[in-house]
């Protein structure tokens, strides 16, 4: 079945980094723009970032700028958040999300269970 | 970048009652506007997409209206399964904001 699978979180000191992926099944990942949304404890939605199908154009979000950075590898179909730099305030649930362009107007129609990311100081 | 409203940030209500959440953009957005349904622990899943197109699967008592800067989520009849904080979010541009959401608990 069409899935999103994130993996990579855990607890992770101020400062550091960590990287966090995405595995996609069930469908031709190559052809999807993806995102990543990020969710702290107890709070609302955040976009996060957003890649190309092909990976050749990449956004994100102002709070993420220049720390953050999105890759994918398309013969592995896998999603990557790359965090340096990482604060206390990127302590979230990070999920990975297929934007469906066409008539879904880039809507967020499968998302992944999510990965916790901790940071501490 | 476009900022999301919705209102209200919560709301209680009956079983079988007709509930409405409003989402209003910064800018217009044409209908670039989804809805999505969080329960607790819980991925977002995809409502309404496009402003009134419902995705398949999700029960025909939830729809979806409005255009330009103002838009609702109707659910038609309350079941006890739809207790969850629901948001709205545009992709008219970067970055793809949204709401604060709507947290609705059953009466």
């Known amino acids: 079945q069409v899935q999103l699978v994130e993996s990579g979180g855990g607890v992770v000191q101020s400062g550091r980094s960590l990287r966090v992926s995405c595995a996609a099944s069930?469908?031709?990942?190559?052809?999807?723009?993806m995102h990543w949304v990020r969710q702290a404890p107890g709070k609302g939605l955040e976009w996060v970032s957003v890649i190309s199908h092909d990976g050749g154009t990449k956004f994100y979000a102002d709070s993420v700028k220049g720390r953050f950075t999105i890759s994918r590898d398309n013969s592995e179909n896998t999603l990557y958040l790359q965090m340096n730099s990482l604060r206390a305030d990127d302590t979230a649930v990070y999920y990975c999300?297929?934007?469906?362009?066409?008539?879904?107007?880039?809507?967020?129609?499968?998302w992944g269970q999510g990965t916790m990311v901790t940071v501490s100081s | 970048d476009i900022q999301m409203t919705q209102s209200p940030s919560s709301l209680s209500a009956s079983i079988g009652d007709r509930v409405s959440i409003t989402c209003r953009a910064s800018q217009t957005i044409s209908n670039y506007l989804h809805w999505y349904q969080q329960k607790p622990g819980k991925a977002p899943e995809l409502l309404i997409y496009a402003a009134s197109s419902l995705q398949s699967g999700v029960p025909a008592r939830f729809s979806g209206s409005g255009f330009g800067t103002d838009f609702t989520l109707t659910i038609s009849s309350l079941q006890p399964e739809d207790s969850a904080t629901y948001y709205c979010q545009q992709t008219y541009k970067a970055p793809r904001t949204f709401g604060q959401g709507t947290k609705l608990e059953i009466k």
């Open positions: 999300a297929r934007g469906n362009t066409g008539n879904y107007l880039d809507a967020f129609d499968i």
């Open positions: 069930g469908f031709t990942f190559r052809n999807y723009v």
